[in-house]
């Protein structure tokens, strides 16, 4: 990881400016209780939600980034020697990115609607898991923990949507 975070911090507050303005924009969205709507449809709620996680993520992730930047300010004091420059991105950081960008197009428009919804997600999770966080001293760790993941992921994500949300996953 890089010892520098200004990213972070500035990533964070970006997330949470847009969180907060999600949040505030789907609680002024009509509720439709005067046409009979279940409030668990309203149209408001799943962005709700949505801004509701990113806000906490940003939050958590500003937090972090202030304790580095405080942290890194220490030892900086107490160090009388002049530290090396820190790098500012590692080399490999534009591959992940791509990487990343792929399993998310492969996922959105390879699997979604030729495999059931489950099965998707699952396999998405699971490639992206073994893709970022493989570890070649300890495959099977890495496969078994990727596999909970996936399967985890799926049955929560399938069940927040169809029972929930009340929507119909393809």
């Known amino acids: 990881m890089p010892a520098d975070r200004r990213g972070d911090l500035w990533f964070s507050l970006l997330l949470t400016a847009l969180a907060l303005a999600v949040v505030i924009e789907s609680w002024r969205m009509p509720r439709l209780e005067n046409l009979g709507v279940h409030p668990m449809s309203a149209p ?12 906490l993520l940003g939050l958590l992730l500003l937090v972090r980034s202030l304790r580095e930047r405080r942290a ?10 002049p530290a090396a420059p820190a790098a500012t991105a590692a080399s490999g950081d534009g591959a992940r ?5 792929v399993l998310c197009l492969v996922y ?22 073994v893709a970022f966080a493989f ?10 923990g990727a596999a909970a993941m996936a399967l985890f992921s799926a049955v929560s994500v ?13």
């Open 135 to 144: 570890e070649r001293a300890r495959p099977w760790r890495t496969l078994g």
């Open 97 to 101: 990115a791509l990487l990343a960008t």
């Open 108 to 129: 959105a428009l390879g699997l979604l609607g030729r495999l059931p919804f489950f099965w998707a997600t699952g396999l998405f999770v699971f490639a992206f898991v």
């Open 44 to 55: 408001g709620l799943t962005p709700g939600v949505i801004g509701l996680v990113l806000l």
């Open 158 to 170: 399938t069940l927040l949507f169809e029972r929930l949300f009340l929507v119909q996953l393809p």
């Open 72 to 81: 890194a300010a220490a030892r900086a004091a107490a160090s009388a020697a």
